[in-house]
């Protein structure tokens, strides 16, 4: 907990270096001591102002010190009580694979569209102040990060904390110094997830690649042929050319620019870059190979999108190996967890 | 001297039928397929064609699994990290002592409560068995004594399930008032401390209530017992008169029972398996746990018997032919 030049933070028995504690809590707390005490916003109004930002920077702090935060479940918790677990066990195996970020996102994903942060904090739809003022300020800073580069990113914050320190800024200061620093028009982003509710989500909605349809002279072992109307499957028949079409689509409200990758089975890759805008996109290539996937925003720069899994699509499913693998896994809990039930009998 | 004779004579107890031994493990794997079907066909669903599938090879993605209990059921949502890590028994021991096991999704509980009825059975058939003793497992046999034993069997059941609701029931307010009692204390240690006491009370209370129940439902069979409330109570004479061999037998096994979880925990496989080889090999891995289980719960009923033998038994059960 932070109050002026002084904070304090809790640490358990037993817990195991790697599982984030005590270290998150005491870079978050001694944080505060920048985002509140010295840049003095109104937390009551305004709390994502000093509690995102601090969330950012705990984040950010805490993976440059550290590394990534294991997994730990605590058990032994005492019935009828809100304690935790007296017994942390660290779990190896289980972890964020894509972006470390992606833990404020399972925070944030189901108030993602609940209210406006833009609104006074005690205004919040309930159970949500501290996903929309924590998790998305510190989803929508490490998304500024991706976008601007570390350097502006740090720029803004720095400049930031300087003009207002011992100061009460308000959300359009932040917004103001960020423009001036990064020096473009950001209102395109801070309208949607400051002053708006809009959920990002993009999706790979189809991928196809079948023989280019041909009509005329093709090329077969150094003989021309005449070939009409629609290929088959076989790119031979249409000169050894593969017509893939990938519709990507915005599914949430949010606009965002992103990059729309195609890998081919012959190991080429193709990167598009889209506005995004639009609710949906045709990307047309013919190619001497299949696609064997398509990505959108491949290097996960927009880490508000709600719905990572659908942002790749194969052309073939394969999850049928990793559905049974942690289907046996999840159907052995099951079979114990029937047996404990025996020990009522 | 006695408690390890009765405990080898338990174990060989369990291990004599392997038949039987099948039989069980198959109660087990025909409740929980159709489940496991149905989560099987949501996680391959929710994972589709993505790329997804890459680091679910190598790990538990978080973020995937984050998706997935998002837009979940409450049964969906029973998949959780550690459910499919190398703790999942853990969690399971974890609901047993808080009494959460009947406060998860309806559909689990609904499943458990099968097993219950159906496990009574197949209780009934194996004490019908360890006592009879005969040569080689017949399920026609099996089946008959437990049938002959089943509805004694749930009356138990509903006679014990007061007793444990009370413990629970009484570790709902005990914790809470520790909690209350040392919310002032500075040292944890202290905390724990008080915390494992009030556990370990209940702990005692809960296999208190369990083993004079496997002796009511010993003297059930032996005894060839009408009423279950005075076989509940010659449970409880039994117990009380004979409080060191009773709780020796119980507590030599229930430490077992304990390291079961923690052997899988240590040495249990990974969750790197992306082979079909592999996946195979874990889930086989997984099922000799659950035999070893299954094995060491008719240890603890066989053992019991044998106790029951020496020193409880009134009237032995006559033969029965099997015709």
Redesign the interface.
């Known amino acids: 907990m932070e109050y002026p030049t002084l904070f304090t933070a809790g640490t358990r028995l037993f817990n195991p270096f790697g599982g984030g504690s005590p270290e998150g809590v005491t870079i978050h707390e001694a944080g505060h001591q920048f985002w509140y005490a010295l840049v003095g916003n109104n937390e009551f109004e305004y709390a994502w102002l000093d509690e995102g930002l601090n969330t950012f920077s705990t984040s950010r702090t805490y993976n440059v010190a550290y590394g990534e935060e294991q997994y730990v479940k605590r058990y032994f918790k005492p019935p009828g009580t809100d304690m935790r677990g007296f017994f942390p066990l660290m779990l190896d195996g289980i972890r964020y694979s894509g972006s470390f970020w992606q833990e404020r996102m399972n925070g944030y994903r189901l108030a993602a569209t609940s209210d406006s942060q833009a609104i006074p904090t005690y205004m919040y739809f309930p159970s949500t102040g501290s996903k929309l003022s924590y998790s998305k300020t510190a989803l929508w800073l490490a998304t500024l990060e991706n976008y601007l580069g570390w350097d502006t990113l740090q720029a803004i914050l720095s400049t930031f904390f300087e003009r207002w320190k011992f100061r009460h800024p308000k959300p359009e200061d932040f917004f103001a110094v960020a423009e001036e620093v990064a020096d473009q028009d950001l209102d395109w982003f801070f309208d949607q997830v400051y002053r708006a509710a809009e959920e990002f989500d993009y999706a790979i909605e189809s991928v196809k690649s079948k023989s280019a349809a041909v009509e005329g002279m093709v090329d077969r072992e150094g003989e021309l042929e005449y070939v009409a109307g629609p290929a088959d499957d076989d790119a031979d028949d249409a000169g050894g050319v593969y017509r893939t079409e990938v519709v990507v689509r915005r599914v949430g409200g949010g606009i965002f620019p992103v990059d729309v990758l195609m890998v081919f089975e012959d190991g080429e890759e193709v990167r598009e870059s889209w506005d995004g805008r639009y609710r949906w996109r045709k990307f047309v290539e013919e190619r001497p190979s299949k696609l064997s996937y398509a990505v959108v925003d491949p290097d996960f720069i927009l880490l508000l999108d709600t719905n990572r899994t659908n942002n790749s699509r194969l052309r073939e499913s394969q999850a049928t190996l990793p559905a049974v693998k942690w289907t046996t896994r999840w159907m052995l809990w099951l079979q114990d967890f029937l047996a404990t039930f025996g020990f009522f009998v | 001297m006695t408690i390890l004779r009765v405990l080898m004579r338990g174990l060989n107890f369990s291990v004599s039928w392997p038949k039987m031994l099948v039989w069980l493990w198959l109660v087990?794997?025909v409740?929980?397929?159709p489940?496991?079907v149905m989560?099987?066909?949501s996680?391959?669903?929710?994972?589709?064609?993505?790329?997804?599938?890459q680091?679910?090879?190598?790990?538990?993605?978080?973020?995937?699994l984050?998706?997935f209990r998002?837009q979940a059921s409450k049964f969906e949502k029973?998949?959780t990290?550690?459910?499919?890590?190398?703790?999942?028994?853990?969690?399971?021991?974890?609901?047993?002592?808080?009494?959460?096991?009947f406060e998860v999704d309806r559909a689990?509980v609904a499943?458990?409560?099968a097993?219950?009825l159906i496990?009574?059975l197949m209780?009934a058939g194996v004490l019908d068995h360890f006592a009879r003793g005969p040569d080689r497992f017949q399920l026609g046999l099996f089946l008959s004594g437990g049938a002959e034993y089943w509805f004694r069997?749930l009356r138990l059941?509903v006679i014990?399930?007061v007793l444990?609701y009370g413990v629970?029931r009484l570790?709902?307010?005990l914790?809470?008032w520790?909690?209350e009692a040392t919310r002032d204390v500075t040292v944890?240690?202290t905390v724990?401390f008080w915390?494992l006491l009030?556990?370990l009370g209940i702990l005692f209370l809960l296999g208190l209530v369990?083993m004079i129940f496997d002796y009511a439902k010993i003297a059930t069979v032996r005894e060839r017992r009408r009423s279950m409330l005075l076989a509940s109570f010659r449970g409880l004479v039994f117990v009380v008169t004979h409080p060191l061999r009773t709780f020796g037998v119980y507590y030599a096994l229930a430490l077992v029972a304990l390291l079961l979880p923690l052997i899988y925990?240590w040495f249990g496989p990974?969750?790197?398996?992306?082979?079909?080889t592999s996946?195979l090999l874990?889930?086989v891995l997984?099922?000799v746990?659950?035999v070893a289980?299954?094995i060491l719960?008719l240890t603890f009923y066989g053992s019991q018997l044998a106790l029951y033998d020496l020193f409880g038994r009134r009237r032995t059960l006559e033969f029965r032919g099997t015709g």
């Open positions: 087990t794997i409740i929980a397929l489940a496991a989560m099987g066909e996680i391959r669903t929710q994972i589709g064609p993505s790329l997804a599938y680091d679910l090879l190598i790990e538990l993605d978080l973020g995937w984050g998706e998002d029973s998949l990290a550690t459910a499919v890590s190398r703790a999942m028994f853990l969690d399971n021991v974890e609901a047993w002592f808080s009494g959460r096991l689990l499943l458990g409560v097993y219950i496990w009574s209780l069997f059941v014990s399930g444990y629970y570790a709902r307010w914790f809470p520790i909690e944890e240690r724990l915390n009030g556990a369990n925990l990974g969750t790197g398996q992306s082979t079909w996946v874990v889930f997984g099922q746990y659950l289980r299954l719960r």
